[in-house]
């Protein structure tokens, strides 16, 4: 055996003590609560690595608030990611996919709590039942409220520039804790033999420019024509700029831009006939999202403004999500301006 196999090992409370210890002026609130949205992570990873051994893949028999069924892995993430929450007495209220109202936590420290929680708790819930990847995505605020009073729901709608930190889980073929405190983006890959998230993507940067477009093709015939003309971009031969590019869909936020961080690419959710708004929301989906990409190097849009800036007017918002590596994104916005 070697001596030094794997080791320095740095665990994710490891780094997260660390970073604490740059900031004298940090109370070590933050750190509490990512501690315990670690621990969430963790206990949800189990359960989902048993999906297929337990009953708990169908259907839970509710219809959440965007109209859709709710598996019983939702129920579960759900649970355990507000208990998690909870637990840390940092926060005030949480407002997740799976609930239509904000949840406030009115008893002792929480209470008092600086922090709100907007969570996608499941992301791309309806690939559990084929053994494709899944996600969870978080993202912090400082509260708005005066703290000892109960939060509402105006907490919530504060534009993604005043996020304090954002992540995303994906429970993969390695499960991975990725997360940004503003300082860059750092990924955390969870050794099963230990129980322990390590630091695997230290200060992780995307490409430039990659070769990988990631759309659901399907809906092409309602897309705007400045999408259909960006694929017809992406799939034209040119040595020079390495195209054709390559489609890449899997139909979970969270795995298809968790692959494009790395490789280079872009993602992209516009708005549809069917969804004149888009499909994915903003405040738990987008907004995340779009921190982790600015901090990594690349851009987030709804097409024509930049993701974080937009003013949130409802929990449950959509908007269209076009988000990945710079150039590809100036690209499309090339190609969004001239055609509309
Ligand atoms: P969720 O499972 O949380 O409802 O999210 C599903 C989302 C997102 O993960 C994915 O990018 C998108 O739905 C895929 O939508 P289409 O199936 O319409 O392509
Ligand atoms: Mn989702
Ligand atoms: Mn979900």
Redesign the pocket.
Known sequence: MQASAGYPIVTLNEFIINRQDEHPEAKGDLSRLLHHIGIAAKIVNKKINKAGLVDILGKAGEVNV?G?DVKKLDVFANDHFMAAIKASGEVCAVAS?ENQEIITFDEGLSREGHYIVCM?P?????NIEVNVSVGTIFSIYRRLSPGGEQADVSDFLQPGTRQVAAGYVIYGSSTMLVYTTGEGVDGFTLDPGIGEFCLSHARIRTPDTGRIYSI?EGNYIHFPLGVKKYIKYCQEIDPETDRPYTSRYI????S?FHRNLLMGGIFI?PQTQAAPKG??RLIY?CNPIAFIAEQANGAASNGTGRTLDEVPVSLHQRVPFYVGSREMMDRVHGFLAEYG
Do not use: A, R
Request: aromatic share 6%.
């Open positions: 965007q859709e996919e996608d499941l992301d791309g819930s309806s659901n139909g979970s936020l969270v298809d959710y499909k994915l989906e």
